[in-house]
């Protein structure tokens, strides 16, 4: 193998190419991005209307909370029907990521992303006209299989039509688009929420305006020409590249894509199912391992478990109105989105290594005071001074205190409070149509009754609530700029083209997977190891990513996509010790009559 990455790219162009090494001085990082190394407004539009899947993705998975709060009253949802609402379309977007890989490689970018948009449209028309709980469940499945699709191919292709300089800056951008459509959807839960009838039609069928736009949009915007030139249509793809780059001069990018495709084609071997060539091959196995790695670890930093109990962690701070909690949990969305574009700001600065590295240290520590507060809230919980006499034989009457009767699934805290006590407490079973009421009792009419009972179902009243609030707003701050984006751009730059659509759809299928496997366990883990347990254990896994980091990510920043592989050609997790600025760099500048390839950078394929 080191011959063959030592050999890579020996024959650069037909009319000489020849590389060398060095660190690469501005002046001559310029010349390869071009003059001036501007960037031609058009590829903002490419961009812009890519991300709207990124959008679409963050919207649907964010829009179904509010909307499943009116549709439980609206069509008496069961528990299970509630859960197979909201997990189906989580499940959908694993399978269609996944396969959406070959998709990727038959079809193309844009044709994905044209499907993908269909798809989202025709899934938000069935769910706005859905008469039924079985339709809606075809709606979910629906929009899921778009999301599933959309998030592995937008990122690939923004990766492959953006210029070196800009490139992670562009991809995270869909990242921004993605928190942003999960802020938009918290908003429109908001405002939809004061109009108890069909008020979930509009939740969930607003989704139509951005799909259709970006269905238009697409049927105007070129495929991909990395993709084109792989498929042997190289007039068009010199075409394109000449049309998103702002001018007719792009031979050398063009010689450097073409020359590193037959290169790769020469390398991995044509034929077989890909997934097996790429782990069979030691370059990409490495980076698939990181790819998949990322997303795992993304996932298990707990962002949705935190998302979801927002609003909960609101509760215990104090918030009992329903309205004013959905308002907050806004605020959390809005505060994940801002802090993305800080990510967008930071990752052509600081690079993808430091960016993901600094998140991950700040999420451990947030995580951390979770914790904390989850530990200070438990020890100092309510006592239960009162146990009525029921007619039922339930578990309820057993437990001392909130934090053992909140942790019980089947039951919940009644109490009142004069501002600074609580008093008169009771365990009492759950209402099992709904955990909003209490089954008997004085909380079973209104989360908040006539004598002034407070239902609690999922939360204890606390004077720690402060550092629970202070710990996921550092959470959010410290998670959103690199955790959260990282990944999907980190996947979209680290395959070479023949693997790229099967690197992404596996890792994005990844990400999909361990959402699904967080938000089915956090409650049985709060159950089990309790609130404080649980997050102590996402601080351990977040302990575990770092390490991962530090080991195994190299730098990808301002490197050409055809130059990355070249980082996984050492054992697996030495990758980390090098990045573009520190360590010596092939990159190729134009000399006329002689292509030459120095084996400085020679590979080992062993791991
Ligand atoms: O990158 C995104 C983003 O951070 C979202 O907020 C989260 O809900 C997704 O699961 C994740 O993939």
């Known amino acids: 193998m080191s011959n063959l990455m030592g050999s890579r790219r020996q024959e650069a162009g037909d009319d000489g190419e020849r590389s060398l090494i060095g660190t690469p001085s501005r002046d001559s990082r310029e010349n390869l991005l071009g003059p001036d190394a501007s960037t031609p407004v058009f590829i903002y539009v490419l961009a812009f209307f890519s991300a709207l899947g990124g959008f679409l993705f963050g919207y649907d998975t964010g829009v179904v909370s509010g909307a499943m709060l009116l549709l439980k009253k609206e069509m008496n949802l069961s528990a299970l029907w509630q859960e197979l609402l909201v997990s189906s379309t989580v499940g959908a977007a694993a399978l269609s990521a996944v396969s959406g890989g070959s998709l990727n490689g038959w079809l193309g970018r844009r044709i994905c992303i044209l499907i993908a948009s269909f798809i989202f449209s025709v899934g938000g028309l069935i769910l706005s006209l859905a008469q039924d709980k079985e339709v809606l469940l075809v709606g979910r ?7 599933g699709i959309a998030s592995m191919t937008v990122p690939v292709y923004i990766a492959e039509v953006s210029p070196p300089h800009r490139r992670g800056q562009l991809v995270t951008i869909n990242s921004l688009f993605i928190t942003g459509g999960q802020f938009i959807a918290s908003v429109v839960d908001g405002a939809f929420s004061y109009l108890s009838h069909d008020g979930w039609r509009y939740m969930l069928g607003l989704s139509i305006v951005p799909a259709v736009l970006q269905f ?3 049927f105007f915007l070129p495929e991909s020409p990395r993709w084109l030139l792989q498929k042997g249509r190289s007039q068009e793809a010199r075409e394109v590249l000449s049309w998103i780059r702002g001018c007719s001069n792009v031979d050398e990018e063009y010689d450097t894509i073409r020359s590193s495709i037959e290169e790769e084609e020469k390398e991995a071997g044509g ?4 997934i097996l060539r790429i782990l069979s091959h030691g370059p990409t196995r490495r980076a698939l391992i990181v790819g998949c790695g990322m997303q795992m670890f993304q996932q298990l930093s707990g962002i949705n478990t935190v998302m979801y109990y927002s609003a909960t962690i609101l509760q215990m701070a ?3 109105d329903d309205k004013q909690a959905i308002w907050l949990a806004a ?3 809005a505060t994940n989105f801002v802090f993305t574009l800080v990510g967008v700001w930071l990752v052509e600065k600081v690079g993808r290594r430091k960016l993901t590295v600094g998140s991950l240290l700040g999420t451990g520590l947030s995580l951390a005071l979770l914790a904390v507060g989850f530990l200070l809230s438990a020890q100092n919980s309510p006592p239960i001074t009162l146990h009525p006499v029921d007619s039922q034989n339930s578990t309820c009457r057993l437990y001392g205190s909130c934090e053992r009767c909140m942790l019980d699934p089947g039951c919940g805290f009644c109490y009142r409070d004069n501002g600074t006590t609580v008093y008169d407490s009771s365990c009492i079973p759950v209402n099992e149509a709904s955990t909003d009421l209490a089954a008997w009792g004085r909380c079973s009419n209104q989360s908040e009754a006539a004598d002034g009972a407070i239902w609690a179902y999922n939360y204890c009243p606390t004077s720690y609530s402060w ?3 202070l710990g996921l707003i550092l959470y959010l701050a410290s998670f959103a700029p690199g955790m959260g984006p990282m990944p999907w751009t980190v996947n979209s730059e680290i395959y070479p083209l023949w693997a790229r659509s099967t690197g992404n759809a596996y890792s994005a ?8 496997v967080v938000s089915l366990t956090f409650l049985h883990a709060a159950e089990y190891l309790t609130y404080y347990g649980a997050f102590f254990m996402y601080t351990g896994l977040v302990v575990l990513a770092l390490l991962f980091v530090l080991g195994c990510l190299p730098e990808t920043k301002g490197l050409q996509l055809e130059d990355i592989e070249n980082l996984f050609a050492g054992q697996l997790c030495s990758c980390g010790d090098s990045s573009p600025s520190d360590t010596r760099h092939v990159h190729y500048i134009r000399v006329k009559g002689h292509n030459y390839l120095p084996s400085d ?6 791991e």
């Open 141 to 147: 499945i629906t929009v899921g299989l778009g999301i």
């Open 216 to 218: 238009f949009g697409f």
């Open 271 to 274: 034929g077989g199912f890909i």
């Open 318 to 320: 104090g918030v009992r």
């Open 331 to 333: 605020a959390t969305s």
């Open 467 to 469: 550092i629970v609030l």
């Open 509 to 516: 299928g990844v990400n999909w997977i361990f959402n699904v």
């Open 601 to 606: 950078n020679e590979a080992s394929d062993v």
